[in-house]
């Protein structure tokens, strides 16, 4: 368990780093998802972004503060439900709004895997 954790861990840093640099960096495809087809400003694209950043750092830091996990995993659960949110209200369907579904699970199983390893060693 604490390896799968670990691993799941390193890869959604990854990601979201990747993810959020998009977005704050300003890619045209995400600002066109933004503002065209979800209807949203810009000013959220780089919120999301910089939000995004920030819990892939701390997932980053949690390596070595394991109790910092469950807190950015926890931000990454709700910036993927609204994701989740954002293309079914976009009338996107099911099959564009997977990808973001499976970062939630993956985020939702980081929040709780991890949050077991921290109780069973404190008790």
């Known amino acids: 368990m604490k390896w799968t954790v670990r691993i799941l861990q390193g890869l959604l840093a990854v990601g979201f780093l990747m993810f959020g640099f ?3 960096s300003g890619d045209p495809t995400q600002v066109d998802a933004f503002t065209n087809i979800y209807g949203y400003g810009t000013g959220l694209m780089y919120v ?3 939000v995004e950043i920030i819990a892939a750092i701390g997932l980053v830091i949690g390596f070595w503060k394991k109790n910092l996990v469950p ?11 609204g994701a989740v949110f954002t293309h079914f209200i976009a009338g996107q369907g099911f099959g564009v709004a997977m990808t973001p579904l499976i970062l939630l699970t993956l985020a939702v199983i980081l929040f709780f895997g991890q949050r077991k390893i921290n109780k069973t060693k404190t008790v």
Do not use: P, Q, R, T
């Not at 807190?71 to 439900?81: C, D, N, R, T, W």
């Open 22 to 24: 998009m977005k704050v």
């Open 48 to 50: 999301v972004g910089v």
């Open 71 to 81: 807190i950015f995993s926890g931000l990454l659960v709700v910036v993927m439900a």
